[in-house]
Nanobody, 126 residues
Framework: QVQLVESGGGLVHTGHSLTLSCAAS????????MGWFRQAPGKGREFVAT????????NYEDSVKGRFTLSRDNAKNTVYLQMNSLKPEDTAVYYC???????????????????WGQGTQVTVSS
């Protein structure tokens, strides 16, 4: 069984930055792509970004390209989502998840993720 624990959320002003972390335990995750999704109040869960198992390839949702950066440290079983130039529309609960595949082109849909964290709240005030 894999457990994912997110941290790093909080309240920031527009234009500021946050870094979210997701620590995995239960088994090594270096053969799986990792993803981040978010859910704003009253909206469905949406894809944010995914990173390949190797850490080489990333795939971002259009609205976060150029602002968010996903990275991973497989030795620490941890992935990081660096979020810069935050906007009020980025306000949501952010979830990390473990994809059943290793490559990013297979991991944009939440239907291919088998394990999810509990979520961390990010609030961006205008």
């Amino acid at each position: 069984q894999v457990q994912l624990v997110e941290s790093g959320g909080g309240l920031v002003h527009t234009g500021h930055s946050l870094t979210l972390s997701c620590a995995a335990s239960g088994r090594p995750f270096d053969s799986s792509a990792m993803g981040w999704f978010r859910q704003a109040p009253g909206k469905g869960r949406e894809f944010v970004a995914t990173l390949s198992a190797s850490g080489i390839t990333t795939n971002y949702e259009d609205s976060v390209k150029g602002r968010f950066t996903l990275s991973r440290d497989n030795a620490k079983n941890t992935v990081y989502l660096q979020m810069n130039s935050l906007k009020p529309e980025d306000t949501a609960v952010y979830y990390c998840a473990l994809c059943r595949y290793s490559r990013t082109f297979s991991c944009r849909s939440d239907s291919v993720y088998d394990y999810w964290g509990q979520g961390t709240q990010v609030t961006v005030s205008s």
